[in-house]
């Protein structure tokens, strides 16, 4: 028995379907998460951005597919050499070094929020809209550090000390912050 997914954000407010709508979407997913890279604190080897806020909010507002096609042409406009990256960076280099399992998650991310919001309608309410985020989070983390052991050798302490210990208090606060927009945005979504 499969439940009825409910409706995303994205389809709420632009309900009549067209593959320009969806092309608009995915392209205005993926230019936001290439601003927000540019807002950077460069700390080595993994630099502090906004992309995961941009990251859960499309996956949320965009629902799994559109939220992961977003995240997929973010990746192929920087590995193509577009300077979508954090600091301006591009190119294929940027996934074999420290930073390209966090990179590689931000489709997997987009897609568990994106799930989570469409199966259990979490984005209506801010504690939801938080847990549907810590899960992609997780998701980040898992694919990130895992990543980044392997291409410099760091192991236990020092690489909880060089890829998540430094962003937990930023993170924390881009969650809150998405769990307040969302629901914020669900009601003015219908007020229209």
């Known amino acids: 028995m499969t439940q009825a997914a409910h409706p995303t954000l994205a389809r709420t407010l632009a309900p009549t379907p067209s593959l320009l709508r969806d092309a608009l979407l995915v392209l ?5 998460v290439a ?13 502090v951005t906004l992309q995961t806020l941009a990251v859960l909010l499309i996956g949320a507002a965009l629902g799994w597919k559109r939220g992961a ?24 280099a940027k996934f074999a070094g420290p930073t390209g399992g966090y990179l590689l998650s931000y489709i997997f991310a987009a897609a568990a929020v994106g799930w989570l919001v469409q199966r259990y309608a979490l984005d209506r309410k801010p504690v939801g809209a ?4 810590l899960v992609a989070s997780a998701v ?12 410099t050798g760091l192991k236990g302490q020092a690489l909880l000390n060089a890829g998540l210990t430094p962003f937990l208090l930023g993170d924390s606060l881009k969650i809150a912050l998405a769990a307040l927009l969302l629901p914020g945005a669900w009601a003015f979504a219908r007020k229209r």
């Open 69 to 92: 096609a977003s995240l997929t042409t973010y990746l192929l406009a920087g590995a193509a050499g577009l300077p979508v990256f954090a600091g301006g960076s591009a190119g294929l």
């Open 35 to 47: 601003l927000v890279a540019q807002v950077e604190i460069p700390l080595k080897p993994v630099p």
């Open 130 to 133: 938080a847990l549907a985020m």
């Open 140 to 151: 980040i983390y898992a694919f990130g550090l895992t990543w980044l052991g392997l291409v």
């Open 28 to 32: 205005g997913g993926a230019a936001l």
